[in-house]
């Protein structure tokens, strides 16, 4: 029978092999990140003559791909017979680790059969990953008509110099990549520019290294066109081509087989000391257990506290007390107040350590509605990560009173600069920022998390926007969490009455389109600078959504744009912010089958080439009358007013 000490000794020893085994996986990867990002998309002009056939083949052939690539980052299939073959081809960028590689290859086949249901040809490009079917052997293509850029993000300050340096960029990741079986990348910096330019290769792995130069090279060139910008994509058959000046990637070519060297090294000389560490870091831990609790319960005794702060933040660290939230506060002074929520108002607060935070204070009483949402918020958000949503930074409860810690905006809210007397007129490149930044951050919650959420209160006062008048999509307090299986549920309506899809208003009936009508008010809005609605207009202007749509059946839509826009822009990018209203048109449909995903809108927004289909009538309009304009919905039209 071992002896304690050898108990003891079995331990340390399971302990250390664990930690260097993990070694070079943390050395290489920090942090999960799937890249479901969509850079393109394509569908063949020809539809199946036997969808039955190609449904089913394409659902085999989708089957043998994921058992390959979940473990090797690639994978080719054949299924079927005759014409009703199907070939297919999946591959992640190889910085991607197999659980991400596998994420965003189910959500490439999830969405290429949005897309593409009939055609007996498509791809689906995301930043991470690639995915095609066809019914012919197409391994072996490089290009093809199907070919397109990708240009976002702001201009660079000094454009010939910045094109310049991408322009070296992208020949030597090229190289790198003929050399390195098709992957690679790199970074470069140039005196002049304010930050780094990173670049990627990728050919799929079934081209000849000769066939990968011609892709990569036609890439360079279509890429070309954004180099105004600071971030581009070029996309062909055979390859994908980037360059940011965001670091995108995790690892580089160059620098893999020397990361692998040094986690050899760290675990061969350093396991004492990683172990050591790591018994440190067990105790600490421990005792942080004690103090941190994430999900307030509401049986607490009135006076008790519960607080928590992340903790992957470096300028938190310490959790949010209640005293340490209302000195942040000046004790949740008038002059700190910012802004109103559900149940509460939001105070700007100041750490002690001068760090800004934007505090909402729930006045729940014993409302156990606003003790849900308080769980639910804390729940959801403190596992959802975005660019384009707002932050949960922790929180506090102490008896009833119940206080969420965001990080700050310093921008405020989307509303106080559409539609404020004194706010300074955004331009039209801030608001399609915006409309873009907004639409990102929906697709995430709506398709791209592990978790679907509906947000159910999109408007223009949960639309935050930081320094750079990027837009955070703020409270939710009133999301709804789908299970997979589940189409739609009936639930008590909640939202603003104006922004509220007509299904889930008059029925109840909440679908996954419900925040796409929402976001679509919410365009019309951004590019018109007015609300929904506005009672001193005349009656035929006072609902926008009405007003504008009979312009645009009028072939008069320009006129919906906002007057300061076309004031302060003479030469404004008409075509653009045509597309954009048709989208908006597109998004308030009536019938929540008719509207597009929001990442369908995130591609048509991005898009030069992509036909837009034609909207229909939207909703929640009747010429008839004015009272009558929500047809059967007994719902008065009143600014701000909230179903609850």
Wanted: charged share 20%; glycine share 6%; net charge neutral.
């Amino acid at each position: 029978m071992p002896s304690p000490n050898t108990n003891v000794c079995l331990s340390w020893l399971a302990l250390y092999v664990l930690l260097i085994s993990a070694i070079p996986n943390c050395v290489l990867r920090l942090k999960a990140d799937p890249q479901i990002v969509e850079a393109g998309h394509g569908c063949s002009l020809i539809n199946t003559t036997n969808a039955n056939a190609l449904t089913e083949n394409r659902k085999n052939v989708f089957s043998l791909l994921v058992e390959n690539i979940s473990s090797t980052g690639f994978a080719t299939a054949l299924f079927g017979n005759g014409t009703n073959k199907v070939y297919g081809l999946a591959q992640c960028r190889n910085d991607l680790s197999m659980e991400d590689c596998t994420d965003c290859y189910a959500a490439a086949q999830k969405q290429i059969v949005i897309y593409c249901p009939f055609e007996i040809g498509a791809r689906m490009i995301f930043d991470g990953c690639f995915l095609r079917y066809e019914n012919y052997t197409f391994f072996d293509q490089a290009q093809d008509a199907g070919n397109s850029n990708v240009c976002i993000s702001d201009a660079s300050s000094r454009p010939k110099l910045f094109s310049e340096t991408t322009q070296r960029l992208l020949a030597d990741v090229r190289s790198k990549a003929l050399k390195n079986e098709g992957f690679a990348t790199d970074e470069i910096s140039a005196n002049g520019l304010s930050a780094a330019i990173y670049g990627l290769a990728m050919c799929r792995r079934t081209l000849t290294t000769n066939s990968c130069d011609v892709c990569l090279q036609h890439a360079i060139l279509l890429v070309e066109r954004c180099f105004s910008l600071q971030d581009g994509r070029g996309l062909d058959a055979g390859c994908y081509l980037r360059y940011s000046t965001l670091p995108f990637f995790t690892i580089s070519s160059s620098s893999s087989s020397h990361s692998k060297i040094v986690a050899i090294l760290v675990g061969t000389l350093g396991g004492a000391v990683i172990i050591a560490l790591l018994w440190v870091l067990f105790i600490f831990r421990h005792s942080l257990r004690k103090l941190y609790k994430k999900v307030p319960d509401p049986s607490q005794p009135e006076e008790s506290e519960v607080y928590f702060a992340a903790d992957d933040d470096p300028e938190l660290d310490h959790p949010f007390s209640y005293d340490s939230l209302r000195a942040a506060t000046k004790n949740f002074d008038a002059s700190m107040k910012i802004g109103e929520g559900g149940f509460g108002h939001v105070y700007k607060g100041v750490l002690s350590n001068g760090r800004e935070i934007a505090v909402k204070k729930l006045v729940v009483q014993q409302s156990t509605r606003a003790l849900d949402e308080f769980v639910t918020e804390v729940k959801l958000i403190s596992a959802v990560r975005h660019r384009n949503l707002v932050r949960l930074l922790g929180c506090c409860t102490r008896g009833l009173e119940k206080l969420l810690v965001y990080e700050f905006m310093p921008n405020m809210s989307l509303d106080k600069h559409l539609f404020a007397n004194t706010a300074k007129s955004l331009s039209w490149k801030t608001r399609f920022q915006i409309i873009l930044g907004t639409a990102h951050g929906l697709s995430y919650l709506n398709e791209e998390c592990r978790l679907i959420i509906l947000h159910r209160d999109i408007k223009a006062a949960n639309i935050l926007l930081d320094n750079d008048f990027q837009a955070k999509i703020a409270d939710f307090g009133l999301a709804k969490v789908f299970p997979e299986d589940i189409t739609h549920l009936t639930t008590r309506v909640g939202g603003t009455i104006g922004y509220t899809a007509p299904e889930y208003a008059v029925h109840g009936q909440l679908t996954d389109k419900a925040d796409v009508y929402s976001y679509g008010m919410i365009v019309l809005e951004i590019v018109s600078g007015r609300k929904y609605f506005d009672s001193k207009l005349p009656a035929p202007m006072q609902l926008l959504l009405e007003w504008a749509w009979n312009l645009y059946e009028k072939s008069k839509a320009f006129r919906t744009v906002d007057r300061r826009l076309i004031e302060e822009e003479p030469e404004l990018n008409k075509e653009e912010i045509l597309k954009v209203i048709q989208i908006a048109f597109l998004c308030t449909q009536g019938s929540p089958e008719m509207r597009p995903l929001m990442s369908q809108v995130v591609s048509m927004l991005i898009s030069n080439t992509e036909i837009l289909p034609q909207p229909t009538r939207p909703a929640f309009i009747d010429d008839n009358s004015t009272s009558n304009r929500l047809g059967s919905a007994n719902i008065g039209w009143m600014e701000g007013s909230s179903v609850a």
